[in-house]
């Protein structure tokens, strides 16, 4: 089963606007982790955030971790076309698990 | 450059055939996994090799075996395809320690007719 679920399942905005993505876990977890995957293409990791942590940034992406709610958001500010992509959190839940666990994705759409 | 690769990127092959899928990561990364991505994009963990020795391994059925060489190849064959073994298989390695993302390669597109 899946670990995560993610909300929305699907996405559009215009460009320039700003994209938020949620995603809910059910167990305690290690790690959180953000990808990103092109259609077609492989899953490319964007952001981990640790079970310690409350936001962290990278570029145009701000991650936030609510461990007392199993819940984490992904923001993309300035959209852009070449965000167009589905998106996935994963969780890592201890060390020694090797293993990443899915969610369900959400599709993000940006109209240019 | 510095990557995880597999081959084949597409495979299409008849029910009841053998295959195989080769992935090879230079990044010297220590574990190595398999995920199946199936037709609703759900991801699922297969197994987990860490330098060589199989960690995990979900409940997959034994027609799908892997085998890892050495820590940079982690290879995967599959007995008697059935239509439902379509997928996207995709490798991904990653550090033996915690708190690192994983690098995925761009999948293998399975087609069982």
């Known amino acids: 089963s899946q670990q995560g679920e993610e909300d929305p399942q699907a996405l559009s905005i215009q460009e320039g606007e700003n994209a938020t993505m949620n995603c809910s876990y059910k167990?305690?977890?290690?790690?959180l982790q953000w990808y990103r995957q092109n259609s077609g293409r492989g899953l490319v990791h964007l952001i981990l955030i640790r079970s310690n942590e409350r936001e962290k940034h990278s570029g145009r992406l701000r991650v936030t971790l609510d461990t007392s709610k199993k819940s984490s958001s992904l923001l993309i500010t300035a959209s852009r076309a070449a965000d167009t992509a589905s998106y996935f959190c994963?969780?890592?839940?201890?060390?020694?698990?090797?293993?990443?666990?899915f969610g369900t994705g959400t599709r993000l759409t940006i109209i240019p | 450059d510095t990557a995880v690769s597999q081959t084949p990127k597409y495979l299409v092959t008849q029910m009841g055939n053998d295959k195989s899928i080769k992935c090879e990561q230079n990044l010297g990364h220590d574990t190595m996994y398999w995920y199946k991505q199936d037709s609703k994009k759900f991801l699922k963990i297969m197994f987990s090799?860490?330098?060589?020795?199989?960690?995990i391994n979900e409940t997959v059925p034994n027609r799908f075996s892997p085998k890892s060489p050495d820590k940079a190849h982690l290879n995967l064959h599959i007995n008697s395809l059935e239509l439902g073994d379509s997928a996207v298989y995709f490798c991904?390695?990653?550090?033996?320690?915690?708190?690192?993302?994983?690098?995925f390669g761009s999948g293998t597109r399975l087609t069982v007719v």
């Open positions: 167990t305690s977890i290690n790690n």
């Open positions: 991904a390695s990653s550090p033996r320690t915690s708190n690192y993302g994983y690098t």
């Open positions: 994963a969780t890592d839940k201890d060390f020694g698990n090797e293993k990443l666990t």
């Open positions: 090799y860490n330098n060589k020795e199989l960690i």
